[in-house]
């Protein structure tokens, strides 16, 4: 079941490897969240566009290729990819790399990029 929200679900499941640290691990506190464990990039990508999990964000340098048959799926889903500060990415360009990744369904992501904001201006 596909989760089109405009509001932090219930204990969100966090998609990763590992359990989130920094402002990440901070999001996934303050919403009372749990590590839903994934792969890669693109398998955390599917498990969001899909439902199984509510989120994907992460500190961590990607490169355009790790990402964009990933962000086919998602734009069929109705879900987001971008930076934490909602940042699309673009593929008209020619910047390769990028930071802090971040996917979740669209009103979802818009809430996670606010929060975030808020958590790491906290940090300053």
């Excluded at 930076?83 to 990415?89: D, F, Q, S, V």
């Excluded at 802090?100 to 940090?123: C, H, Q, R, T």
Aim: proline share 5%.
């Amino acid at each position: 079941a596909r989760i089109h929200r405009a509001a932090w679900p219930s204990k969100p499941l966090f998609a990763d490897s590992t359990p989130p640290k920094g402002a990440i691990g901070k999001l996934l506190q303050l919403h009372d969240g749990a590590l839903y464990e994934s792969g890669s990039i693109g398998l955390k990508m599917c498990r969001v566009a899909e439902g199984t999990a509510h989120i994907f964000a992460k500190a961590l340098q990607f490169k355009i290729w790790d990402i964009a048959p990933g962000d086919v799926i998602l734009g069929e889903t109705g879900c987001t990819l971008g930076l934490w500060n909602g940042a699309k990415i673009s593929y008209a360009t020619t910047q390769v790399r990028f930071e802090n990744i971040m996917v979740a369904p669209a009103g979802l992501f818009d809430l996670a990029v606010s929060d975030l904001s808020k958590l790491i201006d906290g940090e300053k």
